[in-house]
């Protein structure tokens, strides 16, 4: 009989889980360096960072001097002069000083790409701990199915047992009906665990860019704090979520100080050379100095926004450090849970084994019925069941404890990958070059990331 192809594919997955040797699995490290080298999203972020470098090498370049040309023609109906004049004028202007406030948007910029890191940070943690998940997540579906395989196996065998039985008349016939209902139950069951794995399947190949093959048995994870308090600190130290806050706040209060600083004159040497087709040709040079008296209450708003900005960001900040702190106590009680489930679990599977190995011998001697054999092959099942889903929740509660600290990063699991680096580009535009993609520098930035 040919299977259907998904259920092929499936049956071959369980196959590669459990006869594959260690040198062909996939370790979840494989899986984490796939996810962070394939993520669209990881290169969504690192694109608008590099929008957020341009920011400060646009307020850089504000300080600079402006050259430009200015072309024109007019018509003059003029008894002296009639005819078509044109002028191609050269102008220059640079700023000498407008009190500060393009020294003060420079900053605001700078905090925005310090804020715009952390954001790309945050991210990557996304990442990884969806590669975790994903991971554990087909590992406990290839499990749950190789399980239910060999629960429809059992029954399957129960049932043509029963039915001898019921041949030579030691059972009746209500002793099939439940060996038969108990084996479809076990193939829907199955049927189900398999849907599962195939949701399994997309979910990690989604996150990491390619389906599962045979996936090796989970690693020792990193080592954790010994006490919930640790972990609390090392979050308000060192999480990213934080730390975007902060300098998104910080940004914030230079933003105050930049709509007082509007206020304030500015001053501007100006240049220009006119040459013109039916005059003679005039050069200047000067200097000019303005400042707005009033302008419709415009400048006192743009004062009162930076307030009301600055008040949002420290409060956003506040409850950024409540949010992390409440996400470690969080997933730290998840791995408190996992593990008493896992004990618990392992005690449960021990009294089943017992139990079912006991009922079945039973069974034989005419002292338990069928339905007595078939339910206790049902708890030890269950209790395997149980034992594979807190197996994986244990894992993955001990990776979103990393995460919720601010330490689930490829630099930090020392993935074997390249790590990206934001200063690269950073440095490469931070004086607004004038050569754009031309510069040296900048060229060779583009080309090791590969934009050029």
Known sequence: MRLPASRALIVACICAFGLSGPARSETLADALVSAYKNSNLIEQNRAVLRAADEDVASAVAALRPVLEWVASASHVDSPQNPGVSSTLAIQGRVLVTDFGRSKINIDIAKEAVLATRQALVNVEQDVLLSAVSS??????????????????????????????????????????????????????????????????????????????????????PPALPRVLDDARSIAQRSHPAIRQAQHQAAGADLSVAFAVAQRLPVINGTAGVNLNENSANTSSIGIEMRQTIYSGGALSAVHRKAIANRDAARSALLQTSVIVTQNVGSSWADIEVARAQITATERQIAAATIAYDGVREEAKLGARTTLDVLDAEQALLDARSNRITAEANLQVAIYSLLSSMGLLTAEYLNLSVPIYDPEAYYNAVKSAPATSVQGESLDRVLKAIGKN
């Open 135 to 220: 991971y554990f997540g087909v590992r406990s579906a290839m499990e749950n199915v190789a399980i239910n395989q060999n629960s429809v196996r059992v029954l399957d065998e129960t049932l043509r047992a029963t039915q001898d039985q019921f041949d030579v008349g030691e059972v009746t016939r209500t002793d099939v009906a439940q060996a038969e209902a108990r084996l479809a139950a076990a193939r829907a069951s199955l049927a189900a665990a398999e849907g599962q794995l195939a949701a399994a399947r997309e979910a990690y190949k989604a996150t990491t860019g390619q389906y599962p093959t045979a996936l090796a048995t989970a690693p020792t």
